[in-house]
């Protein structure tokens, strides 16, 4: 059985990712790496939890010591928005990081490690419609920088060193259990809460604004299924293109209305505006369908009945 550590388990990803591998593989075989933020009680009472900072390499090792861990899923990150505020920091935790975790990897000869990218990848001058899988990686944020370096360093471990090392361009992640924080995408987050607390959302990105998106369930599946694909298959290694579906914020705010008539939505674009203006409007996702079957399930309304669903139960509960 593997011994994995989830590192970032109490944020947006970790904490559920955490979850889905402890119902996979057993919850003392999941050990959930945190650091400043509190983990849920879903968290610390099913599985081990070690507080886990990658920059910290002997309090890290330390933990890998303990468990035998022999799977690394590195899911701490500093995201875009916050990336911009503080490009030193976000170069920090996502290299200096990234690199620390591929080396403890190496040295304690693990199985499998996990190093996410992002539509952050690409910039500008990348072609924006079905973006290809191979194509221009110039981003326009340091949080992008970061992602592309990371995809390279994780390419480069699997061929100088022969390691599995694999990841994703996820892109934005939608779901109702931790919040995400620091992210361009969050609009498309926010949107749900704020239509369940107060049926109204000040949008910080246009009308028009469109980006490649994902439903929590499939970014878990999608994670998963990468993850137990058969090595020998994969042409590509840390640089997944995974689509799902792709809508303008228009488009999201009409899919809330649709099933919450007294709605409202305004828009007030602020600095994350440029940042969304630079990235993709989708993805083209082949090399994953044809390297490890990649198919999503969720589209923009059995989406939006969800995430509404679920964040009224947690309204009606008193938890938000
Ligand atoms: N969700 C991320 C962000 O907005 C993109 O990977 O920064």
Same mark, same amino acid.
């Given at each position: 059985m593997r011994k994995i550590l989830v590192i970032g388990a109490a944020g947006q990803i970790g904490s559920e990712l955490t979850l889905k591998l402890r119902d996979l593989y057993g919850g003392d075989n999941v050990i959930a790496g945190i650091r400043k933020t509190k983990p849920s009680e879903k968290i610390t009472g099913t599985g081990p939890c070690e507080v886990v900072n990658a920059l910290d390499l002997e309090g890290f090792v330390a933990v890998v010591k303990k468990y035998k861990i022999d799977t690394i899923i590195n899911m701490a990150a500093i995201l875009s928005a916050t990336g911009e505020n503080k490009p030193m920091l976000a170069w920090d935790v996502n290299i200096n990081g990234l690199i620390n975790v591929l080396e403890v990897a190496r040295e304690f000869k693990m199985k499998q490690v996990l190093v996410p990218s992002s +539509?952050?990848?690409?910039? $500008?001058?990348? $072609?924006? &419609?079905?973006? $290809?899988? !191979?194509? +221009?990686?110039? $981003?326009?944020t340091m949080y992008g920088v970061t992602k592309v370096a990371g995809e390279l360093l994780g390419d480069y471990y699997v061929k100088r060193y022969g390691m599995d090392v694999r990841g994703l361009r996820y892109p934005g992640i939608i779901s109702h259990e931790t919040p995400p924080g620091?992210?361009?995408?969050d609009y498309a987050v926010a949107i749900y809460f704020e239509a369940v607390k107060n049926r109204r959302y000040k949008c910080f990105?246009? !009308? !028009?604004?469109r980006l490649p998106m994902m439903y929590m369930p499939d970014c878990l599946k999608s994670t998963i299924e990468l993850m137990q694909? &058969?090595?020998?298959?994969?042409? @590509? @290694?840390?640089?997944f293109n995974v689509g799902a579906m792709s809508f303008s914020a228009g488009e999201l705010a009409a899919s809330v209305k649709k099933y919450m008539p007294e709605f409202e939505i305004s828009y007030e674009p602020d600095d994350r505006q440029a940042i969304a203006d630079s990235?993709? &409007?989708?993805?083209?996702d082949s090399a994953a369908r044809e390297e490890w079957g990649w198919k999503p399930d969720y589209d923009l309304d059995a989406m939006t009945r969800d995430m509404l669903k679920a964040v009224n139960a947690r309204h009606e509960k008193g938890l938000i």
């Open positions: +539509i952050a990848v690409f910039g $500008p001058t990348t $072609p924006s &419609d079905n973006t $290809p899988q !191979e194509t +221009i990686l110039k $981003p326009g620091g992210g361009t995408t990105v246009n !009308e !028009e604004t694909a &058969d090595f020998s298959r994969l042409r @590509h @290694h840390c640089d990235w993709p &409007d989708s993805v083209d």
